[in-house]
């Protein structure tokens, strides 16, 4: 009984991982679009700029923000909504299960417990 539970655990580890994987290699391939998509868009606007705007603004920092601004979207669209995602997963799915064991305990403890958002 205690290597068939083991043995199980392995397993449910192992699948865990491979979707795990898969989910973090989904997101990342979207992010690298979005962010490729963003800078293309955002280079084409500042190729159409007239020649007083360059004046005004640096190269440099015209630059750094194209860069830094999209790296900062990709990190939202990549890991923010992934760990979201997961989260709202893992609560319906513990919810459910809650239900499945002891739907009277799990009405208790969703009357005892605060939701937090």
Known sequence: SLKQGIILLIIVFFI???FTFIRG????IAGERVVARMRKMLFNSLIKQE?????????????NRLSSDTQVMQNAVTVNISMALRYVAQSIGSLVLLFIISWKLT?????VVPVVI
């Not at 020649?51 to 920092?61: A, C, E, L, Y």
């Open 107 to 111: 009405l208790v403890m969703l009357t």
């Open 16 to 18: 865990s991982s491979v």
């Open 51 to 63: 020649i007083g705007f360059f004046d005004v603004s640096r190269t440099g920092d015209l630059t």
């Open 25 to 28: 290699t989904l997101f990342t």
